[in-house]
């Protein structure tokens, strides 16, 4: 009898990893996995959502696939699988769905966001539910992107995960996840499924920084460090990071662009080198080449032993099929196990 909590989580495959999934998910994968019963995923269904190309969605899962286990998660303590191959899923989708509001989707912030873009909206509109029911077909918002939160919601449900390791940027997400498994449980009278949190060793889930002095670190935000990225591209990239002008006066407030690489620097240094820094602001001494200099080297030493290892597995075609395959057969049992019950409580119920 197995007795550890279940962890699930997954990352969609939509390109190669950046630090923003290494620090909000990925390395929390690889220190959970002597702990929990853990589950982890490449999210091809819902890659679908935003990048319909076929070719690149196949090679973007082989891609981080092989990134998983470069960074360190181990087939033989967690399960690994793709998502399409859980053909659960797509069945407790629809069934899911039967009890999600369109209202409660379009108000979610990332369905917000990738509507405006695909509708290539640049204002700030509240208005952006008329227009997605105005919009023409050629730019249309696909019904798969509203829906995003439930296919991830069942992603979770049918393993009945207890903690799902992921960035801030997710939190949503799961909020309605836990408001989806409430509502099930208490309309059908049963207690099919636990109310997962997000985790992070006790401390907050964190929103990993661009370099380019705004926002978060995102595929589609062009800011994006990739654990793959080769030593020249990465040096180059930090020591092109934003920053400001430096500061003019003592014990002046660290700018927006300078936080978000001293947040970097937490990161992959520590907080004794992000005071050393710090206190090189406030007197004003600071020199944002040594800054850069001291971040590349630090992010190089987390990424380059993941990347030599990626390029030894990408191509082990054979290893890699081993793995998803294994892991597809764990993942399926529990699913199947689950959406038997889900059939149920539901009442639909073989004649045969
Ligand atoms: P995706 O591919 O957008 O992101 C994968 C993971 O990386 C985290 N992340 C970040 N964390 C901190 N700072 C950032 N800048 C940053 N950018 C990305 C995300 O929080 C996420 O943990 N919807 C999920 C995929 C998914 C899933 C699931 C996750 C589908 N079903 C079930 C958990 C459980 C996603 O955002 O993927």
């Known amino acids: ?100 509001g369109i209202g409660e989707l379009m108000r979610t912030a990332s369905f917000k ?65 836990r408001r989806f498994a409430r509502r099930f449980n208490s309309f059908y009278g049963v207690d099919l499924f636990p109310e997962p949190q997000n985790f992070d060793f006790g401390g907050a889930p964190v929103k990993v920084p661009g370099l380019d002095g705004s926002g978060k670190m995102g595929k589609s935000e062009g800011n994006c460090i990739y654990l793959v990225d080769e030593e020249k591209v990465l040096r180059k990239k930090v020591m092109r990071a934003v920053t400001d002008e430096g500061p003019k006066l003592p014990d002046q407030p660290v700018s927006a662009p300078v936080e978000n690489l001293l947040t970097l620097l937490a990161l992959t240094s520590g ?40 390029l030894d597995i990408r191509d082990d075609s054979e290893f890699l099929a081993r793995v998803v395959r294994r892991g597809a057969e764990r993942a399926r049992e529990r699913a199947a196990a689950t959406l038997a019950e889900v059939r149920k409580a539901m009442g639909i119920i073989k004649f045969y």
């Open 113 to 177: 966001d990738k509507a405006r873009k695909q509708l290539g909206i640049t204002d700030d509109a509240d208005d952006i539910e008329r227009r997605i029911i105005g919009a023409d077909t050629n730019k249309r918002v696909n019904a798969g992107l509203l829906t995003y939160p439930t296919l991830m919601a069942v992603d979770i449900l049918i393993q009945k995960a207890h903690k799902v390791p992921v960035g801030k940027d997710q939190e949503q997400h799961l909020e309605l996840t």
């Open 1 to 100: 009898m197995n007795h550890k909590e279940i962890v699930l989580s997954g990352i969609r495959a939509t390109g190669n990893l950046h630090l923003g999934n290494y620090y909000g998910a990925l390395s929390k994968f690889v220190r959970m996995q002597d702990d929990y019963d853990c589950l982890y995923f490449i999210a091809d269904l819902h890659a679908l959502t935003t990048a319909p190309d076929p070719k690149a969605l196949h090679e973007n899962v082989r891609n981080i696939l092989a990134e998983y286990l470069a960074a360190g998660v181990d087939p033989e303590k967690a399960t690994i699988f793709v998502q399409s191959d859980v053909p659960e899923v797509s069945e407790m989708y629809l069934l899911l769905n039967m009890h999600v």
């Open 271 to 310: 907080p004794e080198v992000v005071q050393q820094y710090r206190n090189a602001y406030a007197d004003c001494s600071i020199r944002y080449g040594d800054l850069k200099k001291q971040l590349a080297d630090d992010i190089l030493k987390v990424t380059s032993p993941i990347r030599e290892r990626y």
